[in-house]
């Protein structure tokens, strides 16, 4: 039997979580990237302390903990059914399951042959590299050794993409697309990243322009905005906040680009909180499109890729 394992930041799977999650996706250097390890570990104590009551009171709005987790146990189990003799699993970057929980299950079935799925669209340094680095890493560890195949990106799989439209689509049931602005939401990065020459930016801009050719003139306009940006430094832009802002056609979608699975930073921060100043800019309607999630579509795009490795 081969193996399966869906990589992913993951997200705290209660209260108590939030702490470690924020620990650990700050102590990573290739979110920090200072080279002094303690330097690092001591900017990601100030920082964590800084942010983790906030934090915490974000995830008790979502029901006391990131609904990712719900989303990636959903998609592993309909994987499982549509391949039955591929052993399907998942590994998370800041909190459990971590890698070496996903590579405990993958040596007690005796499994030689590993397929790493990073559950991020675009390649960026932050996410793909860091998840495929922790797990060889891990694996390196632990002495596991197998035959490995990973993906660095599928922004351009049309299953997906089509998966995407379902999305998009479903959130525009009943409307005149043609009079709404459709936002593409990706998560920000510090720009001095992108300049040292990580291609988030220019996969997350051909993507936008790969989807803006297949929806062609249903919407009144189409625009590229950031979000989720922390601390001082210069991030991506434009932000989603100054888009909002913008923008004269006070009705808008906004798809979450960079993201295949509902998390805080969708659920939280594009339904409540952009939400919130949306109406307090006179939006007349502000419409949020769900993330892939595990619809039938997704599925299919992700066996698709599976099978392209």
């Known amino acids: 039997m081969k193996g399966l394992v869906l990589l992913n930041m993951g997200g705290p799977n209660n209260l108590e979580e ?26 990601a104590y100030m920082i964590t302390n800084t942010r983790k009551k906030e934090a915490r009171k974000n995830y008790e ?33 800041y909190t459990p399951p971590f890698a070496k929980d996903a590579i405990k299950e993958l040596v007690a079935r005796n499994i030689k042959e590993v397929y790493l799925l990073p559950l991020y669209p675009h390649y960026s340094t932050t996410t793909t590299k860091s998840s495929l680095e922790d797990f060889y890493n891990t694996a390196k560890g632990l002495g596991f050794h197998a035959r490995f195949h990973d993906i660095a990106n599928f922004y351009d799989n049309k299953l997906f993409n089509k998966a995407i439209l379902e999305r998009i689509e479903e959130v525009c049931d009943g409307v005149d ?15 001095k990243i992108v300049q040292k020459g990580d291609p988030y930016l220019y996969e997350v801009t051909e993507h936008m322009e790969i989807l803006k050719s ?16 922390l601390g001082p430094v210069k991030w991506l832009e434009p932000s989603l906040e100054e888009t909002l802002k913008t ?44 993330c892939p999630n595990d619809s039938d579509t997704f599925v299919e795009a992700l066996i698709d890729i599976y099978r392209r490795m």
């Open 61 to 93: 709005e979502l029901g006391g903990k990131s609904p990712l987790n719900l989303y990636t146990d959903r998609l592993i189990a309909k994987l499982q059914a549509k391949i039955p003799d591929l052993y399907v699993t998942k590994a998370m970057r």
């Open 18 to 43: 939030v702490e470690l999650f924020l620990r650990n996706m700050f102590n990573d250097q290739n979110i920090l990237p200072i080279k002094s390890t303690l330097l690092r570990r001591f900017v």
């Open 177 to 191: 697309t043609k009079e709404y602005d459709l936002i593409f939401s990706a998560h920000s990065l510090p720009q």
């Open 247 to 290: 923008i004269k056609n006070r009705r808008v979608v906004v798809y979450p680009l960079s993201f295949v699975l509902d998390n805080s930073e969708t659920e939280f921060e594009l339904h409540i909180e952009y939400a919130q100043l949306a109406k307090a800019l006179g939006y007349e309607d502000y419409k949020v499109a769900r």
């Open 214 to 229: 297949m929806l062609g003139n249903r919407f009144n306009d189409y625009h590229l905005a950031f979000q989720s940006k």
